[in-house]
Structure formats: C-alpha cells, structure tokens
C-alpha cells in the first residue's frame, strides 16, 4: 500500500510545562520549557528544565505535565516509553546516564539511573542525587 494523506492527518506541534515531581514537596523552579511535535499516536517531547533549590522534595523524580496522557500500550508492564537526558549539570552523584519513562495512563515520566560505581542495573533518581542547583535537557518518545 502506498502513503496516503491520512497518516499525517493527526499532525500538531506545540509546547508546554514540564515540572519536576517526587513522592511528595516541591523544588524553585526558575526555568521550564517544553516542545513537542505529535504524529498520529507518537509524541516526541524535548525538555528545558532548571532548579534553584530542591527545597522539601522527596520520593523518586519524575517529569509531570507532558502534554498528552500515555497510552497503555504494553500489558507486562506500566512503563510505556523511553526517553534520555542528552545534558545535565547538578548531579551529587556519579552517574553515567540516566533513563526517562512514560507511566501508563498519566502525564508523568519517571527517572532512572545507572551509577557511576558499575551498577548493573538502573536505580531510582532521588532527590539526593542532585544538587540544589540544576539544569537539564531532556526528550522523551511515547505512544498515547
């Protein structure tokens, strides 16, 4: 079958607020900024986020406010898509890279890390394993 004009028929851009969530508190917030193009079902999200104080947050971190609800997509499991932080400055630990993924049926993206020490497995990103002043890029892709 050939490609026809429907398959982009679902196109948009556009931008919203991504915030720094945990289990519970708050961090300052002084920059946040995000872009997203949505083809059909597929969301591409890019992420601009900085901190000035991670004041009483706790719990692991998550990106909330994406701008479309997850989709529930895989049935062994409610981690439903995968992102990556290309850039981050303000970690208190040595970590190597850290993972970013959608959470069914939410707006949310939950953070994972692999540690600087040979960890072989990911951890949760808490908010002891950052600095009070941070500065992130992030993206994200998730299906709705």
């Not at 591409?44 to 990106?63: A, E, S, Y």
């Not at 701008?67 to 850039?87: K, Q, R, W």
């Not at 953070?111 to 600095?131: K, S």
Request: hydrophobic share 40%.
């Amino acid at each position: 079958a050939g490609m026809t004009a429907e398959i982009l028929d679902d196109y948009e851009e556009g931008t919203f607020t991504p915030t720094l969530l945990g289990a519970s508190g708050e961090a300052t917030v002084s920059e946040a900024g995000g872009h997203y193009t949505k083809i059909g079902r597929m969301v591409h999200c890019v992420i601009g986020l900085t901190i000035t104080n991670k004041n009483t947050l706790d719990g692991q971190l998550n990106f909330g406010g994406l701008p479309f609800t997850v989709g529930d997509n895989y049935a062994y499991s409610g981690l439903e898509a995968i992102g990556t932080i290309g850039y981050i400055a303000g970690m208190a630990d040595a970590v190597s890279s850290i993972s970013i993924t959608a959470i069914q049926s939410s707006t949310t993206a939950t953070w994972y890390m692999f540690d600087g020490t040979g960890a072989t497995g990911t951890v949760e990103v808490l908010p002891a394993d950052i600095d009070d002043a941070m500065n992130l890029r992030a993206q994200i892709i998730y299906c709705v």
